[in-house]
């Protein structure tokens, strides 16, 4: 959100994470994250265009891209 040139207040997330036998082992198969963030200065459209984009580029995501990812972003104040 910084970045975007609005700075939150507070952002809180949660993943939450299902891990399946595939070929003989464990593989995460899908992730749902839920977020709340409270950030000034934004509405709601730019803040899920914000946290998809962050969903997309994180480190972490790009690393699990072989699961499928779900976003629940909720803008709070």
């Known amino acids: 959100m ?3 040139g609005h ?12 891990l399946e ?4 082992g464990p593989k995460s198969t899908t ?3 839920k977020t709340e963030a409270d950030v000034p ?3 709601e459209a730019k803040f899920r265009e ?11 995501s790009v690393a699990l891209a072989g699961a499928q990812i779900n976003l ?3 803008l709070i104040r």
Request: charged share 30%; with cysteine.
């Open 7 to 18: 700075p939150a207040k507070r952002i809180s997330t949660t993943a939450t994470v299902k």
């Open 72 to 74: 629940d972003a909720k």
């Open 41 to 43: 200065g934004i509405d």
């Open 31 to 33: 992730i749902d994250l």
């Open 50 to 60: 914000q946290a998809e984009l962050t969903k997309k580029t994180c480190p972490v």
């Open 2 to 4: 910084e970045k975007a």
């Open 21 to 24: 036998m595939v070929g003989g």
